[in-house]
Nanobody
Framework: QVQLVESGGGLVQAGGSLRLSCAAS????????MAWYRQAPGKQRDLVAT???????NYADAVKGRFTISRDNAKNTVYLQMNSLKPEDTAVYYC???????WGQGTQVTVSS
């Protein structure tokens, strides 16, 4: 069973950048698609971005052009580069492996105005 551990969250000013990482406990070659979700206080968990095993990507409209999802299969890691951050990006960000229905523990991202 895969385990996912996120890191890289923190506090940043609007317009700043952060890079989140999601490290998997098994070979990334064994994992097909991966995804990042986020959940703001009092709101549902929303899809942010997905990446296939061969690095085909999709993004939510709210983050297109600002966020980039990528993966390094040699390091068993998926990344979310977040640029031009806005206060409305504040949320707990979760890594998700749909193949195993497995979530990471989440990492807090706070964007101040």
């Amino acid at each position: 069973q895969v385990q996912l551990v996120e890191s890289g969250g923190g506090l940043v000013q609007a317009g700043g950048s952060l890079r989140l990482s999601c490290a998997a406990s098994m070979s990334a070659f064994s994992i097909n698609a991966m995804a990042w979700y986020r959940q703001a206080p009092g709101k549902q968990r929303d899809l942010v971005a997905t990446i296939s095993r061969f690095s085909s990507t999709n993004y939510a409209d709210a983050v297109k052009g600002r966020f980039t999802i990528s993966r390094d299969n040699a390091k068993n890691t998926v990344y979310l580069q977040m640029n031009s951050l806005k206060p409305e990006d504040t949320a707990v960000y979760y890594c998700y492996a749909p193949q195993y229905n497995k979530w990471g523990q989440g990492t807090q991202v706070t964007v101040s105005s």
